[in-house]
């Protein structure tokens, strides 16, 4: 059973308007990630038409007949799944499309997902490409800011940019608790790191999202303002970074009479890219993405699984 304590008062994350001078932004980001594995974007430079077409696919897959919605299932990982989260017996108050963030493939499953799949795919696809660019720009930031001039400023987002990036894309949809129970607190996706190396979140402005700070109280994220993006760190980064950032858990929960849907976008290196701590006296082994995918697959949505790559 999951702890439900949450705290009285939504969190504050830092805000980075990503229009103030570089090396501000370098700052205030290295900052937020190290405090709280989170902050939020503004003035991202992601076009919000590119959003509202991405937002009204979303919705429009959802409210299809559960027939329908089926025929792109089951998430083997990837694919529309209702309720089952991963492989190994995880459930959640959610249904989703899990798709793999490469044009190939968003073009293939897109005959199963939409009645106008050339329209799904190139909506998709722009979308992809625009938080890819937004992922790539708070990476080099962060490599500004972490190593200046002794690492290349690409280190991390050429992982990212690289075509055989293993980056994904989700699309979430929470429906609304029985209002006859106004205090039911349902999870919706239940605690757990991101394994990549960062994670841009969109949500439809509806609660739901919170984080597990210190001493294990639950703490809601305020989904405002409504257009920005939540960003946080992934197991890959805290692992680069030896530790220095923090991918901390989160999850999703269902508590109001308005459905949240969430569109989530991680940022992953290719299954061969070697991940290495960047630090004199490293606290991770180096590893793949490859293999340390298959440790996610093998494990429990709430593992602690990068603990398993500690060599001391
Ligand atoms: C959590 C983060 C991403 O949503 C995800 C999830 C993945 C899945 O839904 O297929 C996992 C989960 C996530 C971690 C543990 C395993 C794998 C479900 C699960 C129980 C797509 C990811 O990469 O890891």
Redesign the pocket.
Known sequence: MENITVGDDDIELPIVDLRRERSEASRMIVKACEEFGFFKVINHGVKQEIISLMEEEASMFFSKPVSEKNRAGP?D?YGYGSHN????G?VGEVEYL?LQANPLFISHKSKYISSHPQQFSYVVSRYVEAVRELACEILDLIVEGLWAEAQPVSTLSGLVRDLDSDS?I?LNHYPPTDVSQPSAHKIGFGA?T???ILTILRSNGSSGLQLSLQGGVWVPVDPHPPSAFCVNVGDVLQAMTNGRFVSVKHRAVVNSIKSRMSI?Y?AAPPLHATITCIASNPTYRSFSWGEYKKV??T???N?CRLNLFKLH
């Open positions: 998430p990982p989260i991963g492989l190994n995880d899990l994904l989700r757990h991101d394994p990549q989530v991680f996610v697959y494990g429990r949505l593992d």
